[in-house]
């Protein structure tokens, strides 16, 4: 019996190779219903809680979070401003990209910069190592479902994704490479602004994409059913 609920809950939990079709799943970028919105804010604003578990690990940030904490760091203002500083910076890199923001990609930049100083604000720095890798952990679950969550919205890729996806195309390099490029450069200017680099941006980078498979895969079989 063991063995069973072993092989179900592996089952439950097994990845999913691709985006996921939801119920709640836009026919373009732009078809908002209330029900829709309040999903994609309900991503979102998890995402953001997500990142301030990470913070609040004190074992080192994910890299976009450690380049708004440099950010944060040389200019007195809070991480959310921060976040939501370099969201639009990286935003106006798509002109010459012409790529096109959605409603999603506009949420993106307000909801989870308000998320992010909400968390910090409400959860307690650690100071204990295990504690603190359990909120690394916790972080990464949780971004992983944000992730899987808003994604399956279909209303448009965040700044970050949306800029990665457009040298894609421009420049015909593998995805794969231009965010591993993307992410180690911001990750090299956070860290030289002063953002917190450590174990935890190591467990993000090593699960993060992991953790959005499984969650793509939770998603695929609760709508299915």
Known sequence: ????????????????RSIPITPWRARHRWDLSVSRVAIL????????????FLVQSNLGNSPWVVLSQG??????????????????AVLLLWLPLSEKPGFGTFMNIIVIAIALQIGVEIIPRQTNFLV???????GVALVGVASAIYITCGLGPGPRDGWMTGLHHKTGIRIG???LAIESLVLVLGALLGGSVGLGTAIFALFIGQSVAISFGVLSRITRQ
């Open 1 to 16: 019996m063991a063995i069973n609920i072993v092989r179900s809950a592996g089952d439950w939990f097994r990845p999913h």
């Open 41 to 52: 804010g309900g991503g979102l604003f998890l995402f953001g809680i997500g990142e301030s």
């Open 71 to 88: 950010v944060s760091e040389k200019t007195g203002i809070s991480l959310g401003w921060a976040t939501f500083a370099v969201s639009c």
């Open 132 to 138: 603190g890798l359990g909120f690394a952990f916790c």
């Open 177 to 179: 490479r231009v965010r």
